[in-house]
């Protein structure tokens, strides 16, 4: 019926769905959002777009499941990133297939770079990439880096996804027999807070979960600065102590042992590297069990200078890591944990990501039942000479 909206027609139906939103029959409605992405790709008018972008959100809203689904797959193609948030909520909409359309529409703009203002692709995109990459090094190198960006990816999500729903099913267990309990039953207050702090441990490992997410995306930024190498693993042990401590491991009859040369100085983003080390040292930590046969707990903390380049060797006498464990905790992918690790799976990635970006590296050795090594490498500070 609108094979072509004006913007005349798109402000006399924006009036009528605010004073009603079925002011304008649904199968009417239905056929909206197509013409209206065309309607925004060509309006020069700034007043003229925001009453399509008006219109657009209003039919994202619709009570008809069939007219939200059809805005969905109309901004499935649309290369507008104002409609990003719209899509977002629409992938929690109550509808099965409204959500599917939204989530296949965010995940093509995930995967389809946009333009620039030139109107010519962007390089820095992930398909941008792909395409230097295949025209300098060849198609099969482009398709095993694709490959290789999937693995990690799915890693990503399935790993997480399993996770997360690992703590949000038991969250909503409690929580049905807390409203059924309230509903037919006297209030136990000590059974209560029993299931509300258990309740509140699962949240919080959710929430430490996306924070890690968080952590592993972000880019390090660009500029260092100098610090001293002693005083930002000393202040890791502290801080990894804590963490661990809070995760209810007993820290106390771990003696750490520090050798690090006061001198050496490393160029870096400060609280970058300061969690990097907090990760490494933080596991050290984890690594003892309560029923361990380790008479002696320790934890080394070492650094020298080799080469122009800060080595850092934090080793524990804990229970190690098996050859497959080991293997797989190696490929530093995130979100990938061993069966003995209570964590996000993201602590490792994240430091060596970081490390990396800083021109560093990050190794680990490990033999089950005799503790685990794990060397970083770091530039000194630009200029500095061997201490």
Same mark, same amino acid.
């Given at each position: 019926m609108h094979a072509e909206l004006t913007p005349a027609n798109v402000q006399q139906l924006v009036s009528r769905l605010r004073e009603n939103p079925e002011a304008v029959a649904w199968t009417?409605?239905?056929?909206?959002?197509?013409?209206?992405?065309? /309607?925004?790709?060509?309006?020069?008018?700034?007043?003229?777009?925001?009453?399509? #972008?008006?219109?657009?959100?209003?039919?994202?809203?619709?009570?008809?499941?069939?007219? @939200?689904?059809?805005?969905?797959?109309?901004?499935?193609?649309?290369?507008?990133? @104002?409609?990003?948030k719209t899509l977002v909520q629409l992938s929690d909409d109550e509808n099965t297939f409204v959500r599917r359309a939204a989530d296949g529409a965010?995940? @093509?703009? @995930?995967?389809?770079?946009?333009?620039?203002n030139g109107g010519r692709r962007a390089s820095t995109t992930f398909a941008g990439k792909l395409a230097q990459l295949e025209q300098k090094h060849g198609a099969e190198a482009a398709r095993l880096a694709r490959q290789i960006g999937e693995t990690y990816y799915?890693?990503?999500?399935? *790993?997480?996804a399993h996770d997360a729903r690992g703590i949000l099913t038991p969250l909503a267990s409690r929580l049905d027999r807390i409203i059924d309990q309230l509903?037919?039953?006297? #209030?136990?207050?000590?059974?209560?807070?029993r299931s509300l702090q258990h309740m509140r441990e699962r949240v919080d490992l959710l929430a430490r979960m996306v924070d890690d997410m968080r952590s592993y995306a972000l880019p390090v930024p660009p500029t260092r600065r100098p610090e001293?190498?002693?005083?930002?693993?000393?202040?890791?042990?502290?801080?990894?102590?804590e963490a661990a401590e809070g995760r209810g491991y007993q820290t106390t009859d771990i /003696?750490?042992?520090?050798?690090?040369?006061?001198? #050496?100085?490393?160029?870096?983003?400060?609280?970058?590297v300061l969690m990097a080390f907090v990760n490494v040292i933080r596991n050290a930590?984890?690594?003892?069990?309560?029923?361990?046969a380790v008479d002696a707990r320790s934890i080394g903390i070492a650094a020298r200078v080799d080469e122009g380049v800060a080595q850092i060797v934090i080793r524990d006498n804990g229970a190690g890591m098996s050859k497959e464990d080991l293997a797989q905790i190696l490929e530093f992918l995130p979100g990938a944990k061993t069966k003995k690790n209570e964590g996000t799976?993201?602590? $490792?990635? #994240?430091?060596?990501?970081? $490390?990396? *970006?800083?021109?560093?590296s990050l190794t680990i050795e490990s033999e089950e039942g005799r503790g685990t090594t794990v060397t970083i490498a770091l530039p000194l500070e630009h200029g500095a000479g061997e201490a």
């Open positions: 009417e409605r239905r056929h909206l959002p197509r013409p209206l992405v065309l /309607a925004l790709q060509t309006s020069g008018s700034a007043t003229d777009a925001a009453a399509a #972008i008006e219109l657009m959100n209003r039919l994202a809203a619709d009570p008809k499941w069939e007219v @939200r689904k059809a805005v969905t797959d109309a901004l499935r193609h649309a290369p507008d990133d @104002r409609f990003t965010l995940e @093509r703009r @995930r995967s389809t770079p946009g333009p620039t799915d890693q990503l999500v399935g *790993a997480t509903a037919h039953t006297p #209030i136990q207050p000590g059974r209560l807070r001293r190498l002693g005083d930002l693993l000393s202040e890791a042990e502290r801080l990894a102590r /003696a750490v042992d520090q050798a690090v040369d006061g001198g #050496i100085t490393v160029e870096v983003v400060r609280d970058r930590f984890e690594a003892f069990s309560q029923d361990s799976g993201f602590g $490792l990635p #994240i430091a060596r990501r970081s $490390l990396v *970006a800083h021109g560093g």
